[in-house]
């Protein structure tokens, strides 16, 4: 995006898009808002979209297509086997990260299905930056583990470190030779690292990690969800890498790993996902794993409409001024917050802001989920949507106690073309409210709890009748109509 100059206006990030279709929005009165909140079990998945005025809970399966994704659509060729979509999006992946052979699969958590599928075995440490839950819960569920050794310093919610989502390496190395490498089935990057807030990993570093697993013959995988935002971000922020092309930035990431996987859901604006493959061996080793799992292997699960949007999806993330409205837009919401003083994850990452629950709710202990009770609050104060991602996103230890996460983070998600500024204004005023009135806000407690991704389906209840007390607050300033 240039950055556009401005005659006598303060800078502000400009939409490089204009709209045309547009889906009405309604803002239900607050004390509806209580009542939705409490039917879901305070759990922001379980509220009904059209409840909701502002959706910040993804950045998944809910980016605005161009028109030109959607025009590609109709051409859309429809076969069980040897669909022409499936060759043309082969050859744009081909084209963009150099690697031929591709495996397609429904959306992300499916790539890691069968990547844990093929390569984890019971006791099997998978090395990470960070972990994604999806990643996570399929390593465990057949007996692997994780470690996640994203440097200390990307875990300080305020910072301005430019790649907070960079991978230790020492730890790394000692890592390894404390497992063996035989034990170490791959070694897992994730760009735009999602759970600490949506941090960057540098070249650099990537560069380095894979040099250390290559030393080892450990296989290297990048999770490439979120490439985009961090392809953004190796450009603004990386010393001798602001002249590259996002193209050639692409290729020079992806020569360094033998497996790329994505959610198309994210990267690419469109909802499917796919495994790229550099070694012809290794790809066969998988292939039957995608008619088993997902379809045939020219479809893997997806529609082929969506496919063809996808394709076109891929060539526009290579654009400088599509990728970078969504860390633009972060950015602007996040500095404002931090002037306000709001406790909010520095610097601004992609695919959201993040709020510091467990500063901004430092008086709900962590077993009440300050995240989640911080969500269900920022519904109340406005219908804004936003994720938990921090204990409430965790699993519990075999021994059934609880694992605290290091982070408990309200995202609130801008998924990419979607909202304008004014929409941003709207939802910086009222996490601004919110945090005047934070005192108000008290924890959760599960009445169902799910033993797996527990997040996504468990109800909860209000520790008290916080709910009310914080609508009535919030009438007695904007109305009971607002
Ligand atoms: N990897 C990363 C980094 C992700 O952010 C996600 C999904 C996945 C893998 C799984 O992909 O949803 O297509 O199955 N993140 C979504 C989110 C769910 O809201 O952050 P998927």
Not at 214 to 227: C, E, F, H, N
Request: with cysteine; charged share 25%; hydrophobic share 40%.
């Amino acid at each position: 995006m240039p950055e556009i100059k401005f005659y006598n206006h303060e800078p502000i990030p400009m939409e490089m898009h204009k709209v045309k279709i547009v889906q009405q929005l309604t803002l239900l009165p607050v004390d509806e808002r209580v009542k939705r909140i409490k039917d879901a079990g305070y759990n922001t998945f379980q509220l009904h979209n059209g409840d909701i005025f502002m959706d910040m809970l993804t950045d998944s399966g809910v980016n605005a297509m161009s028109d030109n994704m959607q025009s590609a659509m109709l051409r859309a060729d429809d076969a069980y086997a040897g669909s022409e979509t499936f060759y043309r999006m082969q050859k744009k992946l081909e084209e963009i990260f150099g690697i031929h052979y591709l495996l397609p699969a429904h959306q992300g958590r499916a790539c890691e299905n069968i990547l844990t599928e093929r390569f984890v075995k019971p006791g099997n440490c998978v090395i990470m930056n960070y972990h994604f839950t999806t990643a996570k819960a399929h390593i465990t569920r057949v007996g692997g583990r994780v470690e996640e050794l994203v440097k200390q310093e990307g875990l300080e919610p305020k910072s301005d470190l430019p790649f907070k989502g960079d991978i230790d390496l020492e730890a790394l190395e000692a890592c390894i030779k404390k497992e063996t490498p035989e034990n170490v089935p791959f070694i897992r990057i994730e760009s735009g690292t999602n759970l600490i807030g949506g941090q960057p990993v540098s070249y650099a570093n990537m560069k380095a990690a894979t040099d250390i697993a290559k030393k080892y013959g450990i296989i290297t995988v990048m999770d490439a969800s979120l490439l985009q935002d961090n392809l953004y971000f190796i450009k603004k922020r990386e010393a001798g890498m602001e002249d590259k092309s996002i193209r050639e930035l692409t290729r020079m990431i992806a020569d360094l790993f033998d497996i790329i996987y994505f959610s198309g859901r994210k990267f690419g604006f469109a909802r499917g996902g796919g495994i790229l493959v550099r070694d012809e061996a290794m790809y066969h080793s998988m292939e039957d794993l995608v008619p088993m799992f997902e379809g045939f292997l020219t479809y893997g699960g997806m529609s082929v409409k969506e496919m063809e949007a996808m394709t076109v999806g891929f060539d526009e993330s290579m654009d400088m001024d599509v990728i970078s409205q969504g860390p633009q837009f972060v950015d602007y919401c996040v500095r404002k917050l931090d002037e306000y003083g709001v406790p909010v994850i520095t610097p601004g990452g992609g695919l959201g802001a993040h709020l510091n629950a467990m500063e901004f709710c430092a008086h709900i202990p962590q077993q009440e989920y300050p995240a989640g009770a911080l969500a269900a609050a920022m519904y109340i104060a406005g219908g804004i949507r936003g994720m938990e991602r921090g204990t409430l996103s965790e699993e519990r230890n075999a021994d059934g106690s609880e694992r605290f996460a290091s982070m408990e983070l309200l995202r609130l998600a801008f998924p990419r073309r979607v909202f304008t500024l004014s929409q941003t204004e709207y939802v910086i005023d009222r996490v601004e409210w919110l945090y005047d009135h934070r005192d108000l806000i008290g924890g959760l407690r599960f009445i169902h709890e799910p033993k797996t991704l527990r997040f996504f389906t468990g109800i909860l209840e209000a520790t008290s009748d916080w709910p009310e007390k914080l609508a009535e607050a919030y009438k007695a300033e904007f109305g009971a109509d607002q």
